[in-house]
């Protein structure tokens, strides 16, 4: 007699799988912790995009001084520790991929389709976001519209999973376990690998810690001044114009009276002190004592007052980051400065000679180095 090969059912492809940790406790346990990683990305994430590109009834304030570098450092130092969370979740969960049937009604489709949509994005926002911070920028697309709107489609996905799956999840977490198999050590292991990376990288924005942050892309006190450059002068094409001696400083658009200041001018104004941040959208940050001159001060000189939106724009040619605007909160607040110097010398040519914005709670792509003119709309 011929003996037919007898097809697997779930719960005997289950138990090819051995090793416990392939658990639903274990995967409840890492599933939440995923659903508050990724929400707390993706929160603040809008916010550094809407720092970005504000919809015109939106302006943000210009305080707390901080509130960008700590949301930024969230989003990306967060996301470094996603990573180890990720990578459990996954290999704990992934034996159903090969349960039997593999789909078992249009309902169960669409579930697993979902749950395809929803690694996918996983892995594609952590991914392109790690190459990103490590400028290996090895993907065809723009990395910030990618990274932006796959973020909706993996909330989306997230969003419909935990409804889901959230009567299991209490189900599983609720209750207590007949046998400990261990669970609690294999959690404690993923939870402190993830600790590891934050305590290696959150140096770079939180600088106390800078000495332990060897598995960071930037490390702050390089670079000239004892700060990081993002782009050089070289490399935004301006040191030519950047040292011209006729280098002019021009107020316009709608103002009562143009200005043209050289550096001599400018140099005249009264003269402030400032400790800021610069907190970039990759999540480094470095502090800095700059010097200068007010910009609601230049504004006041061309008769600029009350709501307008400023623009502030480099010499720089092209280039996505040549310009940046300023709402009436930053333009107005007395930290906001057309810096001068750096640290008790004059600006360094990488960072933004002749004249550069410093302002608060701003991302660090907005604080425009090599000023060329102050455009008010
Ligand atoms: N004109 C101009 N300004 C710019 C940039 C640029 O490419 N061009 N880069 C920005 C970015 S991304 C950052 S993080 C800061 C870095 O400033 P720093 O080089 O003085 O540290 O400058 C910003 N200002
Ligand atoms: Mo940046």
Known sequence: ??????????????????????????????????????????????????????????????????????????????????????????????????????????????????????????????????????????????????????????IGALLIHAANEWAKVRRTVMTRPEDGLGRRGFLLGVAGVSGVVVLTTVGETFTPLARLAVLAPRRPGRGPQGLLVNRSALAAGVTGPARDPRWRLRVTGRVERELSLSLDDLRALPRRSVRLPIACVEGWSAEGTWDGVRLRDVLRLAGVDGDARVRVES???????????????????????????LNGEPLHLDHGYPCRLIAPNRPGVMQTKWIGAVVVE
Request: aromatic residues 14%.
């Open 1 to 154: 007699m011929v003996r037919r090969t007898p097809r697997l059912k779930p719960d005997e492809v289950a138990g090819r799988f051995t090793s416990r940790w392939h658990d639903e406790r274990v995967a409840s346990w890492l599933g939440m912790a995923l659903g508050i990683a990724f929400l707390t990305a993706f929160v603040t994430g809008l916010i550094s995009h809407f720092m970005q590109h504000p919809p015109d009834w939106a302006q943000w304030p210009s305080r707390p001084v901080g509130l960008y570098r700590l949301t930024q450092g969230l989003h990306v130092i967060g996301g470094l520790a996603t990573i180890p969370l990720l990578a459990a979740k996954l290999w704990t969960v992934y034996p159903k991929l090969f349960q039997w049937p593999p789909l078992r009604s249009a309902g169960h489709a669409v579930e697993r389709g979902l749950v395809f949509v929803l690694v996918g994005a996983s892995l594609f926002q952590l991914v392109t976001g790690l190459l990103n911070i490590s400028y290996w920028y090895a993907f065809p697309f723009f990395f910030t519209t990618a990274h932006y709107w796959t973020s909706y489609i993996l």
């Open 315 to 341: 010499l720089q040619g092209g280039g996505a980051f040549r310009s940046s605007h300023v709402d009436p909160p930053h333009w107005r607040d007395p930290l906001t400065l057309l810096a001068l110097g």
